[in-house]
Each structure stands twice: as structure tokens, then as C-alpha cells.
């Protein structure tokens, strides 16, 4: 016969339970859940998307597991429109529910920007690849924004060296700050766009074909390039309190890539 409890006020909390084994856990939770979210642009308007969610908690050394559907009543019972500051009320929402002193959370998303094509004007939506990284520790929140930025890259060397053309490639410029205050996402393409040899657009008729073809070569890159001139810009960002930038140049006449990357963290 079976005699197990039917209902919610009967069923042993097994989660709750107590672990002899004294090794307390850093990270605890799930990883890979999808849910929609809000995403508010630059020009006011809200774009709907689909973000890939990891969340975790501490657990103490005497608590044998964590309750892991707290996690998706925290995606499910709200519609968030992803700022900055809903971030943080996310980080602080999912550590109060878990009773839990530290807590981690990685969403990503990607992110539509409206281009027009430099001479013809035609519109296309370009995608970026967006993630919002938060720590909540010692009742503060940690913020990181992290925006990987396609752009185009000519060689210099072999401009110099070349009597006809210079080989260019598609790079990704990975931009990865930490920031108190609001940053629009906008903000961090434009910064590495600009800097770039050539920005990309998602279509180009045969006029904007000879204007971005002849700007990458007007405006050669390496690798190193890349970071330090995107550096200065964040260097001379109060916003930004620490950042990490990466470039990995997907090269056109090798069968490896170049890379390089700048991390400083301003506040010490």
C-alpha cells in the first residue's frame, strides 16, 4: 500500500534538509533556460526577444541542496523590460528567495540595431550579441554589460607591402564593462564601429560596396589596433569603472585568427 503524502503540507523538504558533509558550494543552480524578455533601444522602442538565462546561488555547508524551481518563478512572474536597475532588482529578488548570500546571473540575448547602408541609404537590421552578467555579494550588485561588435579589419602590413589591395577579414570586438550607472548598448557599438577599419551592415547595394570597400582600406587595423583604440575611449568613460576588451581578427590569408585583449579595472 502507499502511503505517501498527497499534498504540499506533507511532503518532506528534502532541499532543506541537513548535509553532514561540511563543504559548502559556490554556484548552484541552472543554466540554459530561455525566456522572453524586453529589451528597451535608443529610440524608445522595445524590442522583443528571447534571452539564455544561468542562474545560481551560494549554499552553506550544512544545507543539502537549493530549491531549484524558485529560479523559474523568478523568469515566469515577471515581464521585465531588461535595464541596468531591473538587473539588479532581479539579483536581489533571486537571493531573498533562496535565503542565499551570494548570487549569480547571466543572461543573453541578441539585439537589433536599424542601419542605413552609407550611400545608398537602404535600412537592414544588423544583430549583436548582448549579455548582462550580475554578482550580487555582501548586499551590493556588480554589474557587467558585454556586447560583441562584427566589424571589418584591413591589415596595414599588407597595405604597406602590397603593390595592389590589401587583405582585410571580419573581426568580433568583444567589449565586456563594469558600470554603476545607465549605458545604452548603442553606445558601446558606436564606440568600437568608430574604431573599426569598416563597421558592417546587414545590406549593401553596389554604391555602398566601393564606400565601405575603399573606407577599410583608407583606415588599415591590426588587431592591436583594435583594443587600444577602444580602450582610450573607455579610459576616458567615467561611466565605466573596469572593462575587458578582446578582438579576434578571423584572418582571410591564414588558417588561424589574430587576437588581442586589454583589461583594466579603474578603480584601483
Known sequence: MDNKPTNASEMTDVQNSQDHRAISIDKVGIKDIRHPVQVKDRSGNI??????????VDLPHDFKGTHMSRFVEILNNHDWEITVESFKTMLSEMTNRLDAECGHIEMTFYYFVNKKAPASGVQSLLDYEVSLIGERKNNSNIINVK?????TSLCPCSKKISDRGAHNQRSHVTVN?????????????????KEASCELYGLLKRP?????????????????????????????????????IESENFESIHNHSAYALISKDKRS
Open 147 to 151: 556586447v560583441v561588435v562584427p566589424v
Open 208 to 244: 555602398d560596396e566601393k564606400v565601405v570597400t575603399e573606407r577599410a582600406y583608407d583606415n588599415p587595423k591590426f588587431v592591436e589596433d583594435m583594443v587600444r583604440d577602444v580602450a582610450a575611449k573607455l579610459n576616458a568613460d567615467d561611466r565605466v569603472l573596469a572593462y575587458t
Open 47 to 56: 524590442q522583443h526577444t528571447v534571452a539564455n538565462f544561468n542562474m545560481y
Open 177 to 193: 564593462i563594469c558600470t554603476e550607472e545607465f549605458i545604452w548598448i548603442e553606445e558601446l557599438i558606436d564606440i568600437v564601429e
